[in-house]
């Protein structure tokens, strides 16, 4: 089964400073591999994606993420946080079993970006 | 362009009532619909799937069910709601190469 894993539960990050959220998956096949942003009670909106090509991906909001096959991971990057990233953050993989469409996400990270 | 509704925003519902949560999709037929739970502001948990009209598929045995009764409308229920069933509820339009989702119900269960 798809699968993804987000191995923090909060990452904290000085404004201005570069940002890591990582996440590693697990597929069969070739991955399709997302990464959301949810703030606050609101539903989630979509950073990125990959689907094939360019392994460094390029997104909403200066996010960016980068493909590693080698390595089965996807981690979001921005080089310069700001204090209204502060969010939660979730990297998904597409299940497409069965003809289906389902997203499968991980627990999600928490993003603290300090003035 | 492609559009998806769901409502209420929030909901404040006693033990024992029912439920009825509707989500619908504008700008496209036929599509893959899911509800989705989050607990405690977490991860996202898959409830219920559908691919057409009556075709419903559940991911884990709970108090809710869902129907789909047409093309681009996605209803999650529950008859007698329980405590657990508090949370914050996503539907979800999903195509090969992505998702749209709802803006989410809170639903708090008293």
């Known amino acids: 089964a798809q699968s993804v894993a987000q191995p923090e539960d909060q990452v904290n990050v000085a404004e201005g400073n570069p940002l890591t959220v990582k996440c590693t998956y697990s597929v069969s096949g070739n991955p399709y591999l997302f990464w959301y942003v949810q703030y606050p009670n609101r539903g989630l909106q979509f950073l990125l994606k990959?689907?094939?090509?360019?392994?460094l991906v390029k997104g909403s909001y200066g996010f960016e993420a980068e493909f590693n096959k080698s390595q089965t991971s996807f981690h979001l990057k921005k080089p310069s946080a700001l204090v209204s990233d502060s969010a939660l953050y979730f990297c998904?993989?597409?299940?497409?079993?069965?003809?289906?469409?389902?997203?499968?996400f991980g627990a999600g990270t928490r993003l603290a970006v300090h003035p | 362009s492609q559009t998806i509704h769901q409502w209420p925003a929030t909901l404040v519902q006693p033990v024992g009532s029912p439920l009825s949560l509707e989500c619908t999709v504008e700008?496209?037929?036929?599509?893959?619909l899911y509800w989705y739970r989050q607990a405690a502001g977490r991860g996202l948990q898959l409830l219920f799937y559908s691919v057409g009209i009556g075709q419903i598929s559940s991911e884990v045995p709970q108090n809710l069910s869902a129907s789909r009764p047409q093309d681009r409308q996605f209803i999650l229920s529950s008859k007698k709601l329980l405590l657990s069933d508090s949370g914050f509820y996503l539907c979800?339009?999903?195509?090969?190469?992505?998702?749209?989702f709802g803006q989410g119900t809170r639903l708090t269960v008293v």
């Open positions: 990959y689907i094939t090509g360019d392994n």
């Open positions: 979800a339009w999903t195509y090969s190469s992505g998702a749209f």
């Open positions: 700008g496209t037929s036929n599509p893959n």
């Open positions: 998904a993989v597409r299940d497409g079993a069965g003809g289906y469409n389902k997203l499968i």
